[in-house]
Antibody, heavy 118, light 109 residues
Framework: EVQLVQSGAEVKKPGESLKISCKGSGYSFTTYWIGWVRQMPEKGLEWMGIIYPGDSDTRYSPSFQGQVTISADKSISTAYLQWSSLKASDTAMYYC???????????WGQGTLVTVSS | QTVVTQEPSLTASPGGTVTLTCASSTGAVTSGYYPNWFQQKPGQAPRALIYSTSNKHSWTPARFSGSLLGGKAALTLSGVQPEDEAEYYCLLYYGGDWVFGGGTKLTVL
């Protein structure tokens, strides 16, 4: 059974750093792209970027380039999304999702809620 | 900035049929945009329903179908069920970039 399990909710202060994770199981983690999607409170979905765990090839949405870093550790089948300096506007639910065929999304993680507040 | 537009809200009657659409600011949506459709219920993660315009995932109920209609991607629910009340998002592929539509809130009354 394919599963993407994300790390738990985080509460951080502005300026702090954060790294959240997405662990894949039930499939060959290195041969499928993983994407990250943001959903701000009461808002729609926004594509942030993708990574190919096999070689860590990474692509970012222009809206998120330079704002976040996507990485992966294929030895533990885990993808990451990280911030070096959080802002209140980073408060959102973040989802990871698997891509198949390099273009289409199928399985999704349960989401990680990030709250940034002073 | 590419914009993908969906109806903000639609209402359907149980047992009825409803079609949601997805338009691109760049012009007509074709199969080359690999339209995907997702369902999201309150407090839940999105769930994939349709890929490559009209293909269903193994878990997608038969009453959901995808197509191209009048230059847009479309999601049709035939025989709407109360449990179909949810937010629906389309996703279009722009050659290495993806853009979600703003979502359609489907109410079943």
């Amino acid at each position: 059974e394919v599963q993407l399990v994300q790390s738990g909710a985080e509460v951080k202060k502005p300026g702090e750093s954060l790294k959240i994770s997405c662990k894949g199981s039930g499939y060959s983690f290195t041969t499928y792209w993983i994407g990250w999607v943001r959903q701000m409170p009461e808002k729609g979905l926004e594509w942030m970027g993708i990574i190919y765990p096999g070689d860590s090839d990474t692509r970012y949405s222009p809206s998120f380039q330079g704002q976040v870093t996507i990485s992966a550790d294929k030895s533990i089948s885990t993808a990451y999304l990280q911030w070096s300096s959080l802002k209140a506007s980073d408060t959102a639910m973040y989802y990871c999702a698997r891509l198949f065929g390099g273009r289409e999304f199928d399985y999704w993680g349960q989401g990680t809620l990030v709250t940034v507040s002073s | 900035q590419t914009v993908v537009t969906q109806e903000p809200s639609l209402t359907a009657s149980p047992g009825g049929t409803v079609t949601l659409t997805c338009a691109s600011s760049t012009g007509a949506v074709t199969s080359g945009y690999y339209p995907n459709w997702f369902q999201q219920k309150p407090g839940q993660a999105p769930r994939a329903l349709i890929y490559s315009t009209s293909n269903k995932h193994s878990w997608t109920p038969a009453r959901f179908s995808g197509s191209l209609l009048g230059g847009k991607a479309a999601l049709t629910l035939s025989g709407v069920q109360p449990e179909d009340e949810a937010e629906y998002y389309c996703l279009l592929y722009y050659g290495g970039d993806w853009v979600f539509g703003g979502g359609t809130k489907l109410t079943v009354l």
